[in-house]
């Protein structure tokens, strides 16, 4: 499967996202067409940016883009992410504050579509430009190539369709061949299948192992959802919480892995000490039953609560910083343990180090991904660490794929990692078999 994160600073990369640029994307679908490949694309395109530019400055606009871009990575890593998908995929930012997603395969319409509605709420979650709160909306253009159609051809297709659907307000999707999605169709069809899908136990929870960095022991896992959609396959966690955001079921989905995490969990040997690590959504952080919530399933499930850490987002902490402390402290006074994930792939607010009862920074795997090659990068590993460590604060990393990236990690006092270098996400048995061989 082919990356869609690389070095800014290499020959086929954009400066300023560390995406494809725009030629070496274009060549991407060239390759892909003279290989014979059937192959799909959307082209994203950001509304009204240049407000953004004259109201903040462009080193503003820039850092947004650079958040888009991120997202847009992130997004597409998860989506393509598994066996499931055993194809191609890369995106590329073609021109200002357009970006183009591409991936080689016999995907439907429905399901293109659907990705693409997803990944547009991605994209409109608030962000921070210089200090203020902003959404960002988009409009996207689909294109599954034909047997033969040329990328050029498809392109200009893509750019067509993008301008004519950034003329028309309600028009968010837009298929490149003329015709309009049906509004909301696919959509609801998908949030009635979530509902059932809850009621009938359908989502699956994977455990993602962690291990120490000073002896290589795995410490723990984090729990991951992923959904084996019958009809769409796999769907992964960034599209599944944008469904169940858009249909009012964040709270009983987060629940639901919780209740199945922890039910999984709660068979691992006390002597082991292996910590359970959940994802808070933006939603659940802001529902008022969230601690009723967790003090329910933690006190049902026999799980000791001493052994839970909870992981946020920044993203997560932005529509009401002062109200998620309140609920994270008492989560805290419970003995659960709290993580501030992503650590570094955003408009990291050092705010958050001072009103969070934190005990863990969880780098986003941009910042270890060229330390084995970039002195700069480890240069801001060690200052990370070196404030982590002021701060009484674990540091875990995630996203370590090579024994060097190990290597240097606990070089610089790191505590714990994640990553394919040992094991990626795996099924609650699995898990209790790789632990029983460990």
């Known amino acids: 499967m082919a990356s869609a994160a690389f070095d800014p600073g290499a020959s086929d990369g954009d400066a300023l996202t560390g995406l494809l640029a725009a030629a070496s994307g274009r060549e991407r679908l060239e390759s892909w067409a003279r290989d014979g490949l059937r192959w799909q694309a959307m082209l994203i395109g950001l509304q009204r940016f240049q407000a953004v530019n004259r109201a903040f400055g462009q080193p503003a606009g820039d850092a947004a883009l650079g958040e888009v871009a991120r997202r847009i990575r992130t997004f597409a890593g998860d989506a393509f992410a598994g066996d499931a998908f055993a194809g191609e995929w890369f995106a590329a930012r073609i021109d200002g504050s357009a970006f183009l997603l591409a991936a080689t395969g016999d995907w439907s319409r429905e399901r293109w579509s659907f990705m693409a509605d997803a990944l547009a709420q991605a994209v409109a979650r608030p962000l921070v430009v210089a200090g203020e709160r902003v959404r960002l909306t988009t409009r996207i253009a689909l294109l599954r190539a034909l047997p033969g159609e040329s990328p050029k051809g498809g392109i200009d297709s893509l750019s067509h369709a993008l301008a004519e659907a950034q003329s028309q307000p309600a ?27 809850l009621g009938r136990g359908e989502i699956a929870v994977l455990f993602q192992p962690q291990f120490g960095l000073a002896n290589g022991r795995p410490t723990g896992a984090e729990a991951l959802a992923r959904w084996d959609h019958p009809a769409l396959g796999r769907i992964g966690a960034e599209t599944l919480f944008a469904v169940a955001e858009r249909s009012d079921q964040t709270a009983a989905l987060g629940r639901h892995i919780a209740e199945r995490a922890l039910s999984a969990a709660v068979r691992w040997s006390p002597q082991a000490d292996l910590r359970l690590s959940l994802n808070l959504t933006a939603a659940e952080l802001a529902s008022s039953s969230c601690v009723a919530t967790l003090d329910e399933v933690t006190a049902s499930s026999g799980f000791d609560p001493h052994r839970l850490t909870l992981e946020v ?74 404030m982590a460590k002021a701060l009484d604060l674990e540091v875990i990393a995630e996203g370590v794929e090579s024994e060097a990236q190990r290597a240097l990690l606990a070089a610089e006092g790191c ?24």
């Open 313 to 386: 987002t920044e993203q997560s902490l932005l529509v009401d910083l002062d109200a998620a402390a309140v609920t994270l402290r008492a989560l805290a006074a419970r003995g659960m343990r709290i993580a501030l994930d992503d650590f570094g792939s955003g408009f990291a607010n050092f705010r958050y180090l001072k009103l969070l009862p934190l005990d863990y920074l969880k780098l986003d795997h941009t910042l270890t991904d060229d330390i084995a090659a970039d002195p700069r990068d480890r240069t801001i590993l060690r200052a990370i660490v070196a």
């Open 415 to 438: 505590d714990y990692y994640q990553g394919f270098l040992r094991a990626g996400p795996m099924r609650a048995d699995e898990f209790d078999r790789f632990i029983a061989e460990s």
């Open 171 to 197: 028009q968010r999707l837009i298929w490149a061949d003329g015709t309009r999605m049906p509004r909301g169709r696919s959509g609801a069809a998908l949030e009635g299948d979530l509902m059932r899908a």
